[in-house]
């Protein structure tokens, strides 16, 4: 998740007025969609693992 805030020696430091920046959503939206199979993995992170059976 984004960081919106950072806090050191009793200073705080918001960051992007708490908001997902672009390339923050742009990433979360890519991995998200390569780990659901919505949008194509080009590096060949995910592999496809058969259903072997139920779990009692």
Not at 18 to 38: A, H
Not at 39 to 47: K, L, M, R, Y
């Amino acid at each position: 998740s984004p960081i919106g805030e950072l806090n050191w020696n009793g200073k705080t430091i918001i960051i992007n007025n708490q908001q997902i920046g672009q390339i923050s959503q742009r990433l979360y939206d890519t991995i998200t969609g390569i780990q659901l199979g919505k949008i194509e993995d080009p590096f060949q992170w995910t592999v496809k693992v058969k259903e072997v059976g139920t779990v009692l």
